[in-house]
């Protein structure tokens, strides 16, 4: 089944991503409304997942321009494709809004992974009456709910694209696939394989079956494709209703294993820079200086972190962030509102700087090298960076960490000569550490962002305390990021990349203001 995932926030739609991935869902992902409404007008979806508040297009537009447009277009679109609304407005008008403009059901953030990926498994159901929840050839069996397959009541093994091949056929028993079709409905634009490839896995799966007794069940029909045999497709069982969403997780769903702190680690940085927008709201206001564009941005970022922070299992952060959207909706805070919101976002800082858990560093290893690899070939050319730390050899080691990724790589011991190393290196990054002698890198941050040529620099801390209140410090003064030591490889890549590219999309986007 193809889904059209739409959602802006990048850790949300990554986690949903995985888990509906995981469910044998072919999912693509936008960003953004308008380049999902290019999607959805150039590809057939069984289900688009859309967030309501959404940058270019927002969710309600983009419903009431869907289902307008596949009245009257021309165009080859399924006017039965559901739409599941998320939003972290729990305001009954907005939900009214979202069902009005066309959407199918709707859900608040945070929601549960398990009712989520119920509400789809329903919603699918509706829009077709052969997506039941279970599938049958003869005494084969398919229970996409459990993502199990079974023969003679035998529960048995299937890789992921084998068991989507076996699902496409079971629900589609009177349809021909040609090779083009497979490859439409089970591959991703960028991962399109060659027919050879296709026909690859139907002889595996082929063989798959006939190993445990299921033979003769799909015909070549040749020239045109593939299709289930008629003469022993069973019918499917009766779909059933809205009983089958959970009220309670269950500790057997075969998503619940779908690890939620790998993301919080990956992404955590990113809603810190976030809480860093509330953060220089409430500075602002604490001296009247807070302008109304400020306020209305920190307003959005709380909005956000309200309705994502739950799903990292962080309730209270939630709650928290929903407090700071109200009280900065409000015009003209009095002293204990002030101080209340100030109180508040302090202790948000807290509850999301430090990781909800940790994992063993060869998983973590393993997973930011993957995904750092897969990112190196995105960085501009010979980025370069300048280390300061009066430890020669952490920056050496630091250096040989850095310079095989392609990096050019400034040392700099004695942090008295930043500023003419500042001006002779022009570093696209600055790392700085935070205990050397005759400064403080905090300090010495702070100078920096103050300083008008060097001011938006990207600036790394690192570190061998990773107390609360000094983390806390770091991002209060303008750090970027934050490193403890001992300084682990894959985690400092990952993190310097991710720096560099937030900057380059910063550069891109005053580039078109300008």
């Known amino acids: 089944m193809r889904v059209l995932l739409i959602e802006d926030d990048e850790a949300i739609a990554e986690l949903l991503r995985q888990s509906l991935t995981a469910q044998h869902y072919l999912v693509e992902v936008a960003a953004d409304g308008q380049t999902g409404w290019d999607l959805a007008e150039t590809f057939e979806y069984d289900l688009i997942l859309l967030d309501l508040m959404l940058p270019k297009l927002d969710g309600i537009s983009f419903c009431q321009r869907l289902r307008h447009e596949r009245r009257s277009s021309l165009k080859p679109f399924n006017l039965n494709t559901p739409i599941l609304l998320m939003t972290a407005k729990g305001a009954s008008s907005s939900r009214v809004a979202g069902l009005d403009a066309g959407a199918d059901d709707y859900i608040v953030k945070p929601f549960n992974l398990d009712e989520l990926l119920a509400r789809v498994r329903a919603l699918l159901r509706r829009g077709n009456v052969e997506r039941s929840p279970c599938l049958e050839w003869g005494q084969l069996q398919l229970d996409p709910s459990a993502c199990q397959a079974s023969y003679k009541s035998q529960p048995f093994h299937l890789s992921s694209k084998e068991y989507s091949l076996l699902e496409l056929f079971l629900r589609h028993p009177q349809r021909i696939f040609s090779h083009g079709t497979l490859i439409e409905h089970l591959w991703m634009l960028e991962d399109t394989p060659t027919e050879n490839a296709v026909r690859a896995q139907i002889k595996g799966l082929r063989k798959r079956l006939k190993e445990i007794g299921v033979e003769d069940w799909l015909e070549t029909v040749y020239g045109l494709g593939y299709r289930l045999k008629a003469a022993q497709v069973a019918n499917a069982a009766a779909a059933v209703g809205e ?36 953060e220089r709201a409430v500075s602002a206001l604490q001296t009247n200086s807070l302008s109304e564009e400020l306020r209305q941005q920190a307003q959005r970022e709380a909005h956000t972190l309200k309705g994502s922070l739950g799903l990292f299992d962080l309730d209270d952060a939630s709650e928290m962030s929903g407090q700071i959207e109200q009280l900065l909706k409000t015009d003209l805070l009095n002293q204990p509102e002030q101080a209340n919101l100030l109180e508040l976002t302090s202790k948000l800082r807290q509850a999301i700087q430090p990781f909800p858990q940790t994992q063993s560093p060869s998983t973590t290893e ?3 090298s993957s995904s750092t690899s897969l990112k190196k070939l995105a960085l501009p050319q010979r980025s370069q960076l300048l280390i300061v730390d009066d430890d020669t050899q952490l920056l050496a080691f630091v250096q040989s960490m850095l310079q095989p990724w392609g990096f050019q790589v400034a040392l700099l011991s004695d942090p008295q000569q930043i500023w003419s190393s500042l001006e002779a290196v022009k570093p696209d990054l600055l790392m700085l550490d935070i205990e050397m002698p005759g400064t403080n890198g905090i300090e010495l941050c702070q100078k920096i962002r103050n300083n008008l040529r060097f001011g938006d620099l990207p600036i790394l801390m690192i570190s061998a305390s990773n107390d609360d209140e000094t983390i806390q410090q770091v991002f209060m003064v303008g750090a970027d990021d934050y490193v403890s030591k001992p300084i682990r490889a894959a985690e400092l890549v990952a993190r310097v990349i991710r720096r560099l590219e937030h900057a380059m999309v910063l550069k891109k986007l005053r580039g078109l203001e300008n």
């Open 243 to 278: 009983a089958d969403i959970p009220q309670q997780p269950t500790s057997l769903s075969p998503y619940s294993s779908i690890p939620t702190n790998p993301f919080w680690e990956q992404y955590r940085a990113q809603y810190s820079d976030r809480l860093s927008v509330i």
């Open 366 to 368: 393993k997973e930011c």
